[in-house]
């Protein structure tokens, strides 16, 4: 069955500091790859996403992420975070067998000044 | 771009009370679900609808239901709210090549 694990449930880094957030999948063939942000009291916001082509993606607000298929991972990551980065970051992977996409469980980033 | 208006961002209810949420996205899309979010279970799906009057159960369907009569609108009801249904409630509207979420109304059962 189709899946997403992110590994770390709270990741704390400095501000200026580079980030990396990481997401693994189980899934048959390739998948379409999301990244979400959710600040605090809002809805999910997509950062970026993969279907096909360039395994590095660029999305919004300086974030990246590349598809490493042999490791079935989708990881985040940003060269400088902000205070304003500090929010909770979803990855998903869809289409599952029912045509939806999976959510991990979400990894809650807070910046130290 | 697509926008998901969820009409309230709090609500504070009694147990007991019939408790309705409502969801409205402002174009053609076929899919809206039902999400709620609670910490450490990531996001649940309660209902989805890929049409109108259509509907299908999510993985936590138990206790809620759900409405939709106009493409653009979906409706989610709690009929007979319960302290465990406090959560963030979360619309969504899309397909698989992703979804476009409302703000959330955290609703709070006393």
């Known amino acids: 069955a189709q899946s997403v694990t992110q590994p770390d449930i709270h990741i704390t880094v400095s501000e200026g500091a580079s980030l990396e957030l990481r997401c693994n999948y189980s899934?048959?063939?390739?998948?379409?790859l999301f990244w979400y942000v959710q600040s605090p009291g809002q809805g999910l916001q997509l950062l970026l996403k993969?279907?096909?082509?360039?395994?590095l993606v660029q999305g919004i607000k300086g974030f990246e992420a590349e598809f490493k298929r042999s490791q079935s991972s989708f990881n985040l990551r940003k060269p400088s975070v902000h205070w304003s980065d500090a929010a909770e970051y979803f990855c998903?992977?869809?289409?599952?067998?029912?045509?939806?996409?999976?959510f991990g469980k979400g990894t809650r980033l807070h910046i130290l000044p | 771009d697509v926008k998901v208006t969820q009409s309230s961002r709090y609500l504070v209810k009694r147990t007991g009370e019939k408790v309705f949420l409502e969801c409205v996205q402002d174009m053609d899309h076929e899919n809206m679900f039902w999400y709620r979010q609670d910490p450490g279970l990531g996001l649940r799906l309660i209902y989805f609808?890929?049409?109108?009057?259509?509907?299908e159960k999510g993985d936590i369907p138990e206790g809620y239901s759900v409405s939709r009569e106009k493409k653009e609108r979906f409706s989610l009801i709690l009929e007979s709210a319960s302290t465990n249904q406090t959560s963030m409630y979360l619309c969504?509207?899309?397909?698989?090549?992703?979804?476009?979420f409302g703000s959330g109304t955290r609703l709070t059962v006393v």
């Open positions: 969504a509207t899309g397909q698989i090549y992703g979804y476009t």
């Open positions: 899934y048959g063939a390739t998948p379409y």
């Open positions: 998903a992977v869809g289409p599952n067998r029912d045509d939806k996409i999976i």
């Open positions: 609808s890929y049409d109108v009057k259509m509907k």
């Open positions: 993969y279907f096909s082509g360039d395994t």
